[in-house]
């Protein structure tokens, strides 16, 4: 059964997201590869010319990543590149396992009224999104592949667990790499609770508990579920945005594995900020289950 995957290619010289698939294709001989170029400010008129020069630079593209020997070019004529892309994506979405792109590099006063391309696709995209910083970072960077499971959301889907450990396995496997298991035991928003709320307690038939410590008996049933060892799981208590950069830096990791909450809502809004403010910060590639992946498309 081959692996289909999805390639958002740059109008520039460095396809960072290409490289990765590349790489994939080097130990999945059977990988197909659909590569989709969304070409902005076109006229109706120019349309077909432009797409003939496209193609011919694609394939031209290609002669430069022989492993990949499945592939086929998708030319779109859009004024979004983030919807075209996402759009696609799900009009599409039973074709793919993965889609992947390459991280925009950051402006800091732009990105405060426009939203990079990344961050948009991250938001929207209805597939696992694996988004490439450094096509060389694996080759820089340690072994550790961070799974960062939530247990705080009681709406929170299993499913996703599933999907995020099983991905973390594949590319541990193949790039000689490790999973950590990182939990973080977010703060209590004093907005929302009153009272003493510097350590919540959690009270039961036997001695109270911290939150940290219900965290942490999820987080070792998890690892025992899917054979972790302890030293590889990690609680942090803090807020995401902050706690999985920290642990990633000390663990030199190269890639993060992370999904979002599928609630609606201002709570939802922040958690899918969370996974862009980590993909700043990082070194390496992210790997995003969003809210909008579907359960027959997450193979």
């Given at each position: ?294 359960f027959d498309t997450a193979k």
């Amino acid at each position: 059964m081959s692996y289909k995957v999805l390639v958002l290619i740059k109008p520039t010289e460095e396809q960072p997201a290409l490289v990765r698939a590349a790489e994939f294709a080097r130990f999945m001989p059977d990988l197909e590869v659909v590569l989709l170029r969304v070409i902005r400010d076109v006229a109706p008129d120019q349309e077909q010319t432009v797409r003939e020069s496209t193609e011919r630079e694609l394939n031209t593209l290609m002669q430069r990543y022989p492993s990949i020997t499945h592939h086929k070019n998708h030319i779109v004529f859009a004024k979004d590149v983030a919807e075209a892309f996402c759009q696609y994506a799900e009009d599409k979405a039973e074709h793919f396992d993965l889609a992947i792109i390459s991280a925009n590099k950051r402006n800091t006063l732009k990105d405060l009224f426009v939203a990079p391309i990344d961050s948009q696709v991250m938001r929207k995209i209805p597939l696992p999104l694996l988004v490439v910083k450094d096509p060389n970072a694996p080759q820089r960077l340690g072994r550790a592949i961070v799974l960062a499971i939530d247990f705080e959301d009681s709406s929170h889907e299993k499913f996703i667990d599933e999907v995020l450990i099983t991905a973390a396995t594949v590319f541990a496997e193949h790039f000689n790499g490790e999973v950590h298991v990182l939990n973080c035991v977010p703060p209590i928003h004093r907005g929302l609770m009153s009272g003493n709320t510097k350590s919540s307690i959690i009270l039961g038939n036997s001695k109270p508990l911290h939150r940290s410590d219900v965290h942490a008996a999820e987080l070792y049933d998890f690892a025992d579920k899917h054979n972790l060892p302890k030293e590889r799981c990690h609680i942090a208590e803090g807020r995401v945005d902050e706690m999985i950069p920290k642990v990633c830096s000390k663990l030199d990791a190269r890639m993060v594995c992370m999904g979002t909450s599928s609630k609606d809502g201002v709570l939802s809004a922040i958690d899918q900020s969370a996974s862009e403010l980590v993909l700043e910060q990082i070194k390496g590639d992210i790997f995003i289950v969003n809210r909008y992946v579907k359960f027959d498309t997450a193979k």
